[in-house]
T-cell receptor
Framework: GGIITQTPKFLIGQEGQKLTLKCQQN?????MYWYRQDSGKGLRLIYYSITENDLQKGDLSEGYDASREKKSSFSLTVTSAQKNEMAVFLC??????????????FGPGTRLTVL | SQWGEENLQALSIQEGEDVTMNCSYK?????VHWYRQDSGRGPALIILIRSNEREKRSGRLRATLDTSSQSSSLSITAAQCEDTAVYFCATEGTQVVGQLTFGSGTRLQVYA
């Protein structure tokens, strides 16, 4: 089996600050994802990447940048933190080819607090 | 029923009861995933059902899929306290391979 690691587990920043969240997976999966989960809501897709150096915007990409430096890692940057985006950010990976291969494996999340 | 931007629904039942959670989705799909999220953890896939299956079972879990009404359900038989979690349905997009759209989830609390 594999594992997805997200760092940091808790991230506290000031309003307007640029903040970076990191994700590593050892499944050797091609596709990686970043989701935002607001309290009491479902998951919303921010960015995804189907291979190294590929980036695709999700529905919630405004205010975020992403970077797929290598197959195993995917970073998310909050370009200017706002108080209304305090949430849990979840990273996931999948083989990415549909059906059973679309199963996504999730990390434990990074909880963002903006002061 | 759960979807997207809507608020998380909540269900509370006693141990031993059966429970069904519903999911109505907005865009065409041939596969529905059901994920479970325990407190402080990321979601994990518990059952996946395709349009040609109508019903799928895994232990005490039973999923159904009706593509004509664009709805799916997840039932748990004889719920246990350890079934307490948030349950999400997710549909596969037809335009972007592998991309899932998640519902808003149902928070299930099972009391002893």
């Amino acid at each position: 089996g594999g594992i997805i690691t997200q760092t940091p587990k808790f991230l506290i920043g000031q309003e307007g600050q640029k903040l970076t969240l990191k994700c590593q997976q050892n499944f050797n999966h091609d596709t990686m994802y970043w989701y935002r989960q607001d309290s009491g809501k479902g998951l919303r897709l921010i960015y995804y990447s189907i291979t190294e150096n590929d980036l695709q915007k999700g529905d919630l990409s405004e205010g975020y940048d992403a970077s797929r430096e290598k197959k195993s890692s995917f970073s998310l940057t909050v370009t200017s933190a706002q108080k209304n985006e305090m949430a849990v950010f979840l990273c996931a990976s999948s083989m990415g080819t549909g059906g059973a291969y679309a199963e996504q494996f999730f990390g434990p999340g990074t909880r963002l607090t903006v002061l | 029923s759960q979807w997207g931007e809507e608020n998380l629904q909540a269900l509370s039942i006693q141990e031993g009861e059966d429970v069904t959670m519903n999911c109505s989705y907005k865009t065409y799909t041939t596969v529905v995933h059901w994920y479970r999220q325990d407190s402080g953890r990321g979601p994990a896939l518990i059952i996946l059902i395709r349009s040609n299956e109508r019903e799928k079972r895994s232990g005490r879990l039973r999923a159904t899929l009706d593509t004509s009404s664009q709805s799916s359900s997840l039932s748990i038989t004889a719920a246990q306290c350890e079934d307490t979690a948030v349950y999400f349905c997710a549909t596969e997009g037809t335009q972007v391979v592998g991309q899932l759209t998640f519902g808003s989830g149902t928070r299930l609390q099972v009391y002893a």
